[in-house]
C-alpha cells in the first residue's frame, strides 16, 4: 500500500534527511493521493508494462506505479534524493532507480534492458523547466513508447492540445499531434503540490501513433517549416518563410505553393492544419533546387 501522497509524510521524509527542494531542478512534489491514483489510472497501466517514470522526487506517484506495473524505471537528477528513494520505495522489488538526468539518459537501452525493446509507458510530473525538450526528444528519437502522460504547467498542456487559428496553437500543438494523440485529463490546482508553484498544472495524456497521420517526404523539413512559420507570427506565411534564410527558398515558389494550394496569399500560418503543413512542406522539399 502507497504510504507517500499525502503532506504529513512527505514533510516527515523531508524533514528526516533533511532534504531541501532546489527550485532548478522544477521540485514541486505531489501531496494529493487523490490526484496521484487519477494520473495512474489515465496512464491506463496494467501488470504487463513497463513504466518510464521522469523526476520522482521522493518517489510518491512510484509507489502508485510499482504497485500496478510489471516495472518501473525512474530516473532521477538530483543526487540527495537517491537514498530517500532507496528508503520510500525499498519494498518493491519492481523497481529501479538510476540518479540521471534524462536529457542524457540512453532510453532506448532501458527500453531493451528492462522491456525486451517492446514499448514502455511514459508517466511523470515533469520538472515545468524542462517539459518541451523532454517530450521532443522522447519523439524525435522514436523512443519505443506507447504513451506519455505527463503533469506539465497548464499552459503547456493547452498549447499541446491547441487547434489551428486559436492563440494558443504553434509549433508544439504541431509537433505533438505528428506523433500522437494529445487529451487533456484534468486540471490541478497549485495547493496539491509541496512547494506550491506559482502557476497551475494539468495533467495531459499523449497516445502514441503507430503511424504518423500525415506522409511527409523528409520530417525535419516539416518541422524547419512548421518553426519558420510561427517565428514571425504577425506575418503573412508567404512573407514569414521567405524571410527565413536558413530555409533558402524564393518568396515566389512559396507564393506559388500557397496558390497550388487552393490558400489566400494573405494566409497565416497559425490557420493552417498539420495536414496542410505537410503538403506545404512537400511541395516546397528542395524547393530551391
Ligand atoms: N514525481 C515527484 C512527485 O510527483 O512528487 C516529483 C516531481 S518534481 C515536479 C520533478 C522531479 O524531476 C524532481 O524530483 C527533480 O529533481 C527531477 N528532475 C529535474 N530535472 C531533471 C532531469 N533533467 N532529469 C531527471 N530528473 C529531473
New binding site residues.
Given amino acids: 500500500m502507497a504510504t507517500l501522497g499525502n503532506a504529513a509524510k512527505t514533510k516527515e521524509i523531508i524533514q528526516k534527511y533533511q532534504f531541501t527542494f532546489?527550485k532548478k531542478?522544477?521540485?514541486?512534489?505531489?501531496i494529493d493521493g487523490n490526484i496521484l491514483g487519477k494520473i495512474v489510472e489515465a496512464a491506463q497501466i496494467t501488470e504487463t508494462d513497463c513504466v518510464l517514470?521522469?523526476?520522482?522526487?521522493?518517489g510518491?506517484?512510484t509507489q502508485y506505479l510499482a504497485e500496478r506495473a510489471k516495472s518501473v524505471v525512474v530516473?532521477?537528477?538530483?543526487k540527495n534524493?537517491i537514498p530517500i528513494l532507496q528508503e520510500t520505495l525499498s519494498v518493491y522489488q519492481n523497481v529501479k532507480i538510476i540518479n540521471?538526468?534524462?536529457?542524457k539518459t540512453d532510453i532506448d537501452r532501458i527500453v531493451r534492458e528492462e522491456n525486451d525493446g517492446k514499448p514502455i509507458k511514459v508517466v511523470?510530473?515533469?520538472?515545468?523547466y524542462?517539459t518541451t525538450p523532454i517530450v521532443m526528444s522522447l519523439f524525435e528519437n522514436h523512443v519505443a513508447l506507447q504513451s506519455i502522460t505527463i503533469?506539465v504547467q497548464k499552459e503547456v498542456a493547452d498549447r499541446m492540445q491547441a487547434v489551428p487559428g486559436t492563440k494558443d496553437y504553434g509549433a508544439l500543438s504541431l509537433a505533438v499531434r505528428y506523433y500522437a494523440k494529445p487529451e487533456i485529463i484534468m486540471k490541478v490546482p497549485a495547493s496539491c503540490f509541496m512547494p506550491r508553484p506559482n502557476v497551475d498544472s494539468a495533467v495531459i495524456r499523449l497516445i502514441r501513433y503507430d503511424n504518423p497521420p500525415v506522409e511527409v517526404r523528409d520530417e525535419a523539413w516539416l518541422f524547419s517549416i512548421i518553426r519558420a512559420s510561427f517565428n514571425q507570427r504577425r506575418k503573412t506565411l508567404v512573407n514569414g518563410l521567405s524571410n527565413a534564410g536558413n530555409l533558402g527558398i524564393r518568396k515566389e515558389k512559396i507564393a506559388e505553393a500557397v496558390e497550388l494550394m487552393g490558400l489566400q496569399p494573405s494566409v497565416r500560418g497559425e490557420t493552417l492544419s498539420l495536414e496542410q503543413f505537410a503538403e506545404l512542406s512537400n511541395y516546397l522539399f528542395r524547393a530551391e533546387a
Avoid: R, S, W
Avoid at 25 to 30: D, I, Y
Avoid at 75 to 78: A, G
Avoid at 100 to 103: F, T
Avoid at 124 to 128: D, E, K, Q
Fill in positions: 532546489q531542478f522544477g521540485q514541486n512534489f505531489l517514470e521522469i523526476g520522482p522526487g521522493i510518491t506517484m530516473v532521477e537528477i538530483d534524493l540521471e538526468d534524462i536529457l511523470a510530473n515533469l520538472p515545468y524542462i503533469m
